[in-house]
């Protein structure tokens, strides 16, 4: 029985095959990544900074790729966490929301 953890990488991996297989978790991880950082991190930066950040972000996902590869659950558990985030900020938003029109 093999153990791997990674269920993206044995999808992607038995059908599509291993021709790009780095790329395509790069931009996986890349677009969860940045939307957990805009969800649960952002604040408002001035244009510059935002640029530096990402791109600190872009270069920090080429560690999280090679563990996606290593068949560690990085692009799953990247996946989960944009989830709840986004969720929370759903409910966070309600919540807001009921409280604005309870005071009007």
């Known amino acids: ?12 991996v038995n059908n599509f ?10 931009v996986l991880n890349l677009i969860f990544a940045a939307i957990a950082y805009k969800l649960g991190f952002a604040r408002e930066l001035p244009i510059g900074k935002s640029i530096i950040v990402y791109i600190l972000l872009a270069l920090g996902n080429f560690i999280l790729t090679i563990f996606s590869i290593m068949k560690l659950p990085i692009t799953e558990s990247l996946i989960i966490i944009s989830a709840v985030l ?8 309600k919540e807001r929301g009921s409280k604005k029109n309870k005071a009007t």
């Open 1 to 12: 029985m093999d153990n791997d953890l990674s269920l993206l990488l044995g999808f992607f």
């Open 17 to 26: 095959g291993t021709d790009h297989i780095f790329w395509i978790f790069y």
């Open 86 to 93: 986004g969720i929370y900020r759903y409910r966070l938003y």
